[in-house]
């Protein structure tokens, strides 16, 4: 018989479309399975700094919320109560503030929590873990770049996101016989260049994961060209690594610009770039991403349940199943360059500039 009687929740790190659904799911099942009561601690673990600042969550406050994009908690990529960034006396300081965390976390009740969040908001959780927290793990990124689960809820969205922006990207591309560049997110993996790419019929994807020449980008234009095409899509992922003399002239800043600069200055053709951004990380999630993040948010208030502390809950081989956090940060999953996923999208002529 477990001695919980009220948890936290928290979401950390970049939104993804489903937070809202595994906040739903897990207000619900806490509720309605356990009779617990939740509490929803905002913008992460800086929520917990300021205790006042949180709140009950009850069903009432998750009605409706399954459709929406974002999180109701609000979020932050900064918040690290390990080294907390504050300006004393006019000067920055960094300080360890773990314990307050801890303490506070405390005060308001809270038995255990269920952190949502990428590797960063992850690691945090493993460290107030090993502090004594009571704490579970719920994967989340659009970038579906962790090891431990075969897919986090998000990507399927900004895969269908960028998707559609290609195929917009398409007709006014072949109207205009232009060579159009399209970046999308994906900060050290290609996934969603990849799948996107695919879905979106792209002539040329470009990933971290596999090294290009603006050159071989340019003779497949021709190549094309040979045979009556006067257009092409090229998909770069944000997290590309430039060739040698890109990264001279390289600002920090888009690399699809910068691609779309170096493809139109060797192949003195007209090139456009559009940048997709956050809109891949904005609006209502798709079915699946609504599924697995419910899934998700029931997995891991069974976990506190069952007293699985330090772990995280995940997806392998399409069941729900939990790892150790320890075993899954700082593990990323890039896409394997001679995967099938690679290999299906040469075998239809896609270009990856090498
Ligand atoms: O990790 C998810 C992600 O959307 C990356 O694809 C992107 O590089 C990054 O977050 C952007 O973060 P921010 O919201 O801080 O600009």
Redesign the pocket.
Known sequence: MSDIRCIGICTG????PGLNAVIRAAVKCAFLKYQWKVIGIPDGFDGLIWPERSRELTLKDVSGILPRGGTILGTT?RGNPFCYKTVENGHEVIRDISDEVIANAAKLGIDAIISIG?DGSQKIALDLFRKGMKIVGVPK???N?LSATELTFGFDT?VQTATECIDKIHTTAESHHRIMVVEV???DAGW?ALEAGIAGGAHVILIPEIPFTVENICNYVTHREGYGKRFTIVVVA??IKLPPELKQISRGGSVGMLIGDAISLVSRKEVRVSVL??I??GGSPTPFDRVLATRFGVAAVDLIAQGGFGKMVCLQQERIKAVDIADAVGLMKAVDPQGELVRTARAIGICFGD
């Open positions: 790190g970049g939104d993804a990529n990428g990124t659009i970038d770049d900004a997110m994906g900060r969603i944000e997290g951004g956050h891949q990380r």
